[in-house]
């Protein structure tokens, strides 16, 4: 039963008062909402049933002059208004209480902000929970923020500010936004949230009780552009990265992405494969998020920097005993390039020409890149090859050498960040061209160093026998159930078959959100979501990357303590019963 609306407001009989004695408490439910009735200090009030700090059932606390006490972290709570007296924590959502006739009636709209109303106070929960590292804080605030409507980039800008600006490098956690950033057009809004809350818990995880690190301002102004990126390289060489921050941003504050990105590719390149391929699929990242999040001078700085921080300080393989036959080829390119920029685009590198660099040791690979590229053979061209023959080392990647899939991972995250810089950047620049030709170079170098992981080569599904149907019920489960095997072949059969996106990849990314999942498979999910769009001409290029992908992901089992501190946040932001009985004295009235 319910009066008739006062204000906005519409109040609903919810329990004689007969039945609700001076101090104590009592559970009802109301419009799909739980709300603990409190009779004390000669009046009685309602508020939102669970404490917004754990979702730990009020009415299970005790009850002070003046005050409700949630028994299990202690936060306590003014009756009057709802208000938090606990340092840092939020207001307890209450709601307007009228009697008459002997029963209490409760309005169905609270009158206090919460973290779900309170647009400015859940930015404010979100910065302390990274600050802190507290999951379920940041779990909360971000799903209340998206579904306030908040867009995610605006949520994602606002933790990458605070984590930049005290991370030492680029850290992976950045990589990890950007690639979730990249799925969300798959999800749903409670998807979103969740993607988001893994980003962010990593990105706590990586600045957790840092300070600010010092800020290198920007020089006052630039000569010239191409001085500016000569001295920016040496500086780099140098390992001297308060001048070469320096000048970085003062490229910035030009907004001149062109030189932005000539200044990074560059240095990032000027050494072989740096990191294991890692520092330039950081700067393509870096340069993502920040068209992403339309990030000012300010933040850019501070992602740019982190990506030239870790090339200085990652390993360069010329230093590498591995990589010993690639420099001459390597040498003669530099003094190639030096006379010429190579051909932006060229002609096509056949697939024959990449299955004969798949089997070729280092220096013939090496001379088979040479003379495609003399041969005209871009720098694009050349960069959608070496995705090409990424995506045949990962599928032809037999199940039994497990030990090595970072090997396999680390190529195919290089190449596809080559090839989504070629496809940006290509053609801008003589110094953007250089650059790339020379990430071209070290990924078929790498192709070489890798070619054992084919042997024995394995099959593809589809060359093993008959496939199973596309059913994507069953891909599903078999991705809940770790099926390696059974999830591959009806990946590569929903491919095949045309699938959408929400049959094939949407199961397979929500699969990698249901658990705790780390920096490489956020990184290879990527790069398959990616990939299965970039070989449209080959019928079945889907098939190979999502049926490896899925493999390399299933083969790694995680926890899921993100998956279920989103769960429980986005319970509490609804109303709905979180994991804990919530008693209270008697059945609920509607």
Not at 20 to 49: I, T
Not at 330 to 356: F, H, I, K
Not at 388 to 403: I, K, M, T
Not at 412 to 433: F, I, Q
Request: aromatic share 6%; proline share 5%.
């Amino acid at each position: 039963m319910s009066l008739p609306e006062v204000g906005a407001q519409t109040f609903h009989r919810v329990l004689p008062l007969a039945e609700l004695p001076p101090g104590r408490m009592r559970n009802v439910h109301l419009d799909g909402r739980h709300m603990v009735l409190v009779h004390a200090d000669g009046r009685v009030r309602a508020f939102d049933a669970r404490c917004p700090h754990m979702g730990y059932p009020l009415s299970q606390g005790h009850l002070e002059p003046g005050v409700l006490r949630c028994d299990w972290h202690h936060w306590r709570f003014d009756l009057a208004t709802g208000g938090c007296l606990t340092f840092g924590g939020v207001d307890l959502p209450s709601y307007p209480v009228r009697l008459e006739d002997g029963w209490i009636w409760v309005g169905s709209q609270a009158s206090a902000a919460t973290v779900a109303g309170d647009t400015a106070l859940a930015y404010r929960v979100l910065v302390n929970g990274l600050r802190d590292g507290a999951l379920f804080a940041v779990a909360k605030a971000t799903t209340a923020l998206i579904a306030q409507g908040e867009a995610a980039p605006k949520v994602a800008a606002a933790a990458a500010r605070y984590a930049a600006a005290r991370a030492p490098g680029f850290a992976p956690a950045f990589t990890i936004l950007v690639c979730l950033g990249r799925a969300l057009s798959l999800l749903d809004a409670e998807g979103q949230s969740l993607a988001l809350v893994h980003a962010f818990h990593h990105l706590a995880e990586a600045v957790r009780h840092r300070p600010e690190r010092p800020v290198h301002p920007a020089l006052p102004h630039l000569e010239d552009a191409a001085g500016a990126t000569a001295r920016l390289r040496a500086l780099v060489d140098e390992r001297e990265r308060a001048g070469a921050e320096r000048i970085l941003r003062c490229a910035l504050e030009a907004g001149d992405e062109t030189l932005v990105a000539e200044m990074v590719l560059a240095a990032v390149t000027d050494h072989v494969f740096v990191a294991t391929g890692h520092v330039l699929d950081e700067a393509r990242q870096a340069l993502r998020l920040m068209r992403w999040l339309d990030a000012d001078a300010d933040l850019a700085g501070s992602l740019l920097s982190g990506v030239l921080a870790d090339a200085m300080d990652g390993t360069r393989h010329e230093e590498d005993i591995d990589w010993q036959e690639a420099l001459p080829a390597l040498a003669r390119l530099d003094r190639d390039l030096r006379d010429a920029p190579p051909a932006s685009v060229g002609r096509e590198v056949t697939q024959a020409e990449v299955d004969a660099l798949l089997d070729a040791d280092l220096p013939d690979a090496m001379r088979a890149v040479d003379a495609l590229r003399r041969d005209g053979a871009g720098v694009r061209m050349l960069a959608h090859a070496l995705l090409w023959a990424a995506v045949e080392r990962q599928g032809r990647f037999p199940l039994q050498n497990l030990e090595d899939w970072n090997d396999v991972h680390h190529l195919m995250t290089y190449a596809n960040a080559v090839d989504a810089l070629a496809v940006r950047y290509a053609g801008r620049s003589a110094t953007l061209d250089r650059a790339l030709m020379r990430a071209v170079y070290h990924g078929f170098g790498y192709v070489a160093l890798t070619r054992y992981l084919n042997r024995p080569r394995a099959r593809y599904a589809w060359e093993e026998g008959r496939l199973p149907e596309p059913d994507p019920a069953a891909f599903a489960a078999s991705l809940r159930n770790h099926d390696v095997v059974g999830a591959g072949r009806l990946a590569a059969a929903l491919a095949l078959a045309g699938a959408p996106r929400d049959d094939l990849e949407r199961p397979f990314l929500e699969a990698v959100l249901g658990e705790d999942a780390g920096f490489h498979l956020y990184q290879s999910v990527d790069a398959a979501l990616r990939a299965a769009e970039r070989f449209p001409a080959v019928p079945d290029a889907r098939a190979r990357v999502l049926s490896g992908s899925v493999r390399f992901v299933l083969g790694q089992r995680s926890p899921q303590r993100v998956f279920a501190a989103t769960t429980n946040a986005l319970r509490l932001l609804r109303g709905e019963s979180l994991e804990v009985s919530e008693g209270g004295g008697g059945q609920p009235v509607a």
